[in-house]
């Protein structure tokens, strides 16, 4: 006998997608972020070939605590974290780029515009480029103006 | 001839699985249960039964089957497991840490679950079973599950090739006796 095949009906519900709506965007990432991180370390455990419990050997915790780790609710403290990567060999916190963010910090800082019809001719240059003093002087006024002197 | 489909008393309830596309997506299809009499889905109910008392806990539920639906499928270690008999695939979702709000599921693998209903466990009682709404919807989720079983087995459901979809015949009468 050949089953007849019937599809199930859509439903979308409007209380639901109501209350979506009035969610925080910002809490609704936190929420999510943290059922990814479980993914992570779940795959990470799985990839080293650790049940829960060698997992819970492993890092010396009762099975329990690693149960919540994985439930994706839990808020970790960066500690945690690190040792939780060293043993599985991954990276849960990148720390690695917080000099990359500065420099491109500074460098969307300090784009100016040279206006050349009000340039300094009785400063000699100092460098190669005849604009280089008025250039640093401008940049060093910029830099003064906003603040930056911390990205320096 | 055997015939596995109950059928209709006076007194039973008409349901429909019925696929939520609020949730349902590329890593998980999400489904429900809506009671035709009412055209209410249990999870619906679930909602407005506790909103108004756990108006967190079920945002941040909500925020969970999104995550199911469209980022990381339905990985067994989200749910507790064994909340019902042997084998039949009933659990509940963990939600906010210290939360006591228990929505029951029937979860098939990664790529599929059905959401039922689920009520506050107490920290007063130590097992669902000293709560009647709690029971109700896990028996209720059992039941259910059973049937399911019963009808694949028949060949009156199946689920498609890549796990996503239940089709065939997806009405159910329930009788709690």
């Known amino acids: 006998m050949t089953m007849k095949t019937k599809k199930a009906e859509l439903y979308n519900s409007n209380l639901i997608n109501e209350l979506l709506e009035s969610i925080d965007p910002e809490e609704a990432k936190r929420i999510e972020e943290r059922m990814l991180l479980a993914t992570k370390i779940d795959d990470s455990m799985k990839a080293k070939g650790l049940n829960k419990s060698q997992f819970a050997e492993l890092m010396g915790k009762k099975n329990s605590v690693i149960t919540k780790w994985l439930s994706g609710t839990h808020n970790f403290n960066s500690d945690t974290l690190f040792d939780i990567g060293r043993k599985l060999g991954v990276k849960l916190i990148n720390i690695d780029t917080v000099e990359n963010c500065q420099s491109e910090i500074f460098k969307a800082e300090i784009t100016i515009s040279v206006d050349t019809t009000n340039m300094d001719k009785t400063q000699p240059p100092t460098h190669a480029n005849p604009l280089s003093h008025y250039y640093n002087t401008q940049i060093n006024e910029h830099i003064n103006n906003n603040n930056l002197s911390n990205y320096c | ?177």
């Open chain 2, 1 to 177: 001839m055997k015939f596995i489909i109950t059928f209709a008393k006076h007194n039973q309830m008409k349901y429909r699985i019925v696929k939520l596309t609020n949730f349902s997506g590329k890593e998980a299809s999400v489904y429900t249960i809506k009671d035709l009499s009412t055209n209410e889905t249990l999870f619906d109910q679930f909602i407005k039964n506790n909103l108004s008392s756990s108006s967190r806990e079920i945002k941040n539920i909500l925020i969970r089957l999104q995550t199911i639906g469209n980022e990381t499928g339905a990985r067994e270690h989200f749910f507790k497991i064994k909340e019902g008999t042997l084998g039949d695939g009933v659990c509940a979702l963990y939600d906010k840490p210290k939360s006591k709000l228990r929505l029951y599921c029937i979860r098939y693998g990664m790529n599929l679950i059905i959401l039922g209903n689920g009520a506050p466990k107490s920290k007063q009682i130590r097992t669902f079973q000293d709560d009647d709404k709690l029971t109700e919807a896990n028996y209720f989720l059992r039941r259910l599950s059973k049937e399911i079983k019963d009808r694949t087995t028949a060949g009156e459901i199946c689920f498609t090739n890549d796990g996503m979809d239940l089709e065939g015949n997806l009405n159910f009468y329930d009788d709690e006796n």
